[in-house]
């Protein structure tokens, strides 16, 4: 029904910076909230960044606020990841995830792309 496609992940250094992206496949889906949440190995995903859709308020994660930025481009259904002053912790696959007006919480999700900080 909707698909997310990611793209953006790759290799970086510590104290380096790195942008995602993130769009839904589908034209005729109006997310309410799209947003970015990471799994680092052995450890359970966690929320990252969110930006609302009419509002484009946004909500980060203690870990990666102030060095993070999330944005959207409404006409496009994409989001977007700025990472900048990036940490070796910082270092997971990284999930885009979008839920509509109906939805209580994400109902999709893309395939994750990989995030390595180098130290």
């Known amino acids: 029904q909707v698909q997310l496609v990611e793209s953006g992940g790759g290799l970086v250094q510590a104290g380096g910076s790195l942008g995602l992206s993130c769009a839904a496949s589908?034209?005729?889906?109006?997310?309410?909230?799209m947003g970015w949440f990471r799994q680092a190995p052995g450890a359970e995903r966690e929320f990252v960044a969110r930006i609302t859709w009419s509002g484009g308020s946004t909500s980060y994660s203690d870990s990666v606020k102030g060095r993070f930025t999330i944005s959207r481009d409404i006409a496009k259904n994409m989001i977007y990841l700025q990472m900048n002053n990036l940490k070796p912790e910082d270092t997971a696959v990284y999930y885009c995830?979008?839920?509509?007006?109906?939805?209580?919480?994400?109902?999709?999700w893309g395939q994750g792309t990989q995030v390595t900080v180098s130290s």
């Open positions: 589908s034209r005729t889906f109006s997310p309410y909230t």
């Open positions: 995830a979008a839920r509509g007006y109906g939805d209580s919480e994400y109902k999709y």
